[in-house]
C-alpha cells in the first residue's frame, strides 16, 4: 500500500490567507500550499501592504482589520483565479486606489457577476478593457453593506469574494443568489469564516453575514482533494491502493466525494476519520454521473473513463467550460487524440470504451488538470506525452515527481 502526502489544498489556502489579511491580529497558517497560485496570492498581499512571512512549514500573516496599509498598489494575479476575484474584494473595504491585472489565460475568464454585485454595493470597479475581464481598477473607501443580487452559477467563488467580505462592511451583507454551482466549496467558506469569528448563515437563496470582523487564530490547511482525486483514480486503475493522510470523514473539501465516484464504478473505498483508501478491484464499470458539486474532478473522471466496461457519461458540468481552458473541450479533444470515441453537448461528455487507446501528446492548454488527469490515464497508455507538462506548477509543482514515485509502489 502505498501512502501519498498531498500538499495543502489550493481553495482552503487562498481563503485563509484573505481570512488572515482581513483578521485582527497574527494568524499561523500550517502546513499551506506552496505553489505558483498561492505564492501569486500571498505576493498579492505583500504589494497591497500586509505583512507575510514564510517558512517552509508555515506562513505568519500580520492581519489589518482596516484594510490594506498601502493607498496605491499595482498587483498581478498570475493564473490565479482565487487570486484574481478575492484580492480586489479584500481592497474594496480598505480606503486607496488599487489596480489588478493578471496572465492572458486568467483575463479571459470571466468576472462580471463579481463586480456588478460590488457596483451594486457602491463600491468604484472600472475595467479597464472588455466589462467583466481584468485588467480593473478599485478606487476604494469601505463597503457599507446591505442587500445584493449575484449570480454564482458560473463560479461559486464570486459568491465566495462576497461572503469573505461580508463581516468587513459597516452593516453585514445578505446575498440573494440566483443560480449556484460548486456549493461544497462555498460550504469550505462558510466553515472557515465561522473558524476565524465571523458569522455566516443561509436562509434559503440568500446568504447572511453580520459585522464584526475576524479573529486571528491558527489555521491547519487539510490536504488537497482535488489533487488527491489523480491518485485515487490510479488506484482504481491499475488495480493498485493507496491512501491519503488528512482527509477523512471530517474534511471540508466536497471534491472528496469523487471517491464515492471510483466505489459506484466497482473500487474499494474506505474512509476513515483522517484518512482515505482507494484499493482498485480490477474492475470499472460505466456509469452516468451528476459532477456539478466536484467539477474539478471531472477530468480525473474522464481520462480513465476509457478503461471502463461501458460508456461513461459526465453531466451538468457546464462551468467547466470557464476554467483555465474549456475542460469539456479539451478532455474530449485529447480523448479522441489516443483513438477514444468522445461526445459531447452544453453540459456533459460521453466517454466509450473500444479498442485500447494509443499513445499521444496531450493538448494541455496550460491547463494544471489536462496534465494531471492524462497522466493518469498514461499508467495505462504508454507514449502519452504533454505540450507544457511544467503547467503543473499552478497548484502541485512536484507533481511528476511524486506520481513516478507513487507509481513504483503499485
Known amino acids: 500500500?502505498?501512502?501519498?502526502?498531498?500538499?495543502?489544498?489550493?481553495?482552503?489556502?487562498?481563503?485563509?490567507?484573505?481570512?488572515?489579511?482581513?483578521?485582527?491580529?497574527?494568524?499561523?497558517?500550517?502546513?499551506?500550499?506552496?505553489?505558483?497560485?498561492?505564492?501569486?496570492?500571498?505576493?498579492?498581499?505583500?504589494?497591497?501592504?500586509?505583512?507575510?512571512?514564510?517558512?517552509?512549514?508555515?506562513?505568519?500573516?500580520?492581519?489589518?482589520?482596516?484594510?490594506?496599509?498601502?493607498?496605491?498598489?499595482?498587483?498581478?494575479?498570475?493564473?490565479?483565479?482565487?487570486?484574481?476575484r478575492f484580492l480586489p474584494t479584500l481592497a474594496a473595504a480598505g480606503h486607496g486606489t488599487y489596480r489588478f491585472d493578471a496572465s492572458a489565460q486568467m483575463r479571459r475568464r470571466p468576472l462580471l457577476p463579481l463586480t456588478r454585485a460590488l457596483r451594486d454595493l457602491g463600491v468604484d470597479v472600472r475595467h479597464e478593457g472588455p466589462e467583466g475581464h481584468h485588467p480593473l481598477t478599485i478606487a476604494a473607501a469601505g463597503v457599507d453593506?446591505?442587500?445584493?443580487?449575484?449570480?454564482?452559477?458560473?463560479?461559486?467563488?464570486?459568491?465566495?469574494a462576497l461572503l469573505l467580505l461580508g463581516p468587513l462592511t459597516r452593516k453585514g451583507l445578505r446575498i440573494t443568489v440566483t443560480d449556484l454551482v460548486s456549493v461544497p466549496y462555498v460550504e469550505i467558506t462558510m466553515a472557515m469564516m465561522?473558524?476565524?469569528?465571523?458569522?455566516?448563515?443561509?436562509?434559503?437563496?440568500?446568504?447572511?453575514?453580520?459585522?464584526?470582523?475576524?479573529?486571528?487564530?491558527?489555521?491547519?490547511?487539510?490536504?488537497?482533494?482535488?489533487?488527491?482525486?489523480?491518485?485515487?483514480?490510479?488506484?482504481a486503475l491499475t488495480g493498485g491502493e493507496?491512501?491519503?493522510?488528512?482527509?477523512?470523514?471530517?474534511?471540508?473539501?466536497?471534491?472528496?466525494?469523487?471517491?464515492?465516484?471510483?466505489?459506484?464504478?466497482?473500487?474499494?473505498?474506505?474512509?476513515?476519520?483522517?484518512?482515505?483508501?482507494?484499493?482498485?478491484?480490477?474492475?470499472?464499470?460505466?456509469?452516468?454521473?451528476?459532477?456539478r458539486d466536484i467539477s474539478d474532478t471531472m477530468p480525473t473522471l474522464a481520462a480513465i473513463a476509457p478503461f471502463a466496461s461501458g460508456p461513461v457519461r459526465i453531466e451538468d458540468v457546464a462551468n467547466t467550460r470557464v476554467k483555465e481552458c474549456d475542460r469539456l473541450d479539451a478532455c474530449a479533444e485529447n480523448l479522441r487524440r489516443l483513438g477514444v470515441r468522445v461526445e459531447t453537448g452544453p453540459d456533459w461528455i460521453e466517454i466509450h470504451p473500444g479498442a485500447a487507446p494509443v499513445g499521444a501528446e496531450i493538448k494541455t492548454y496550460g491547463d494544471h488538470r489536462v496534465v494531471m488527469s492524462f497522466a493518469v490515464t498514461g499508467l495505462r497508455v504508454p507514449g502519452i506525452s504533454f505540450d507544457d507538462p511544467g503547467?503543473?506548477?499552478?497548484?502541485?509543482?512536484?507533481?511528476?515527481e511524486k506520481f513516478a514515485e507513487f507509481h513504483s509502489y503499485q
Not at 145 to 160: F, I, N, P, R
Not at 217 to 222: F, R
Not at 391 to 399: D, G, I, S, W
Open 242 to 291: 493507496v491512501t491519503v493522510p488528512g482527509l477523512g470523514s471530517g474534511a471540508l473539501q466536497g471534491d472528496l466525494g469523487f471517491v464515492d465516484v471510483l466505489r459506484r464504478m466497482g473500487a474499494r473505498v474506505d474512509v476513515g476519520s483522517d484518512r482515505t483508501t482507494v484499493t482498485g478491484t480490477g474492475e470499472l464499470r460505466g456509469l452516468t454521473v451528476n459532477m
Open 194 to 235: 465561522r473558524a476565524f469569528g465571523a458569522e455566516v448563515r443561509r436562509e434559503g437563496d440568500a446568504f447572511v453575514v453580520p459585522p464584526g470582523g475576524y479573529r486571528a487564530t491558527t489555521y491547519a490547511v487539510e490536504p488537497d482533494a482535488s489533487t488527491a482525486s489523480y491518485f485515487f483514480a490510479a488506484a
Open 391 to 400: 503547467c503543473v506548477r499552478k497548484t502541485f509543482p512536484e507533481f511528476h
Open 145 to 160: 453593506g446591505g442587500e445584493v443580487v449575484l449570480d454564482a452559477g458560473q463560479s461559486s467563488q464570486y459568491l465566495t
Open 1 to 84: 500500500m502505498a501512502a501519498v502526502d498531498i500538499p495543502g489544498s489550493k481553495s482552503i489556502t487562498a481563503r485563509a490567507l484573505f481570512l488572515a489579511a482581513a483578521a485582527d491580529g497574527v494568524t499561523t497558517l500550517v502546513r499551506p500550499l506552496r505553489s505558483d497560485d498561492t505564492d501569486g496570492f500571498a505576493e498579492g498581499l505583500t504589494r497591497l501592504g500586509y505583512r507575510v512571512g514564510r517558512t517552509p512549514d508555515a506562513w505568519h500573516v500580520d492581519g489589518r482589520p482596516q484594510g490594506p496599509a498601502a493607498r496605491e498598489a499595482d498587483v498581478y494575479c498570475r493564473d490565479g483565479a482565487t487570486t484574481a
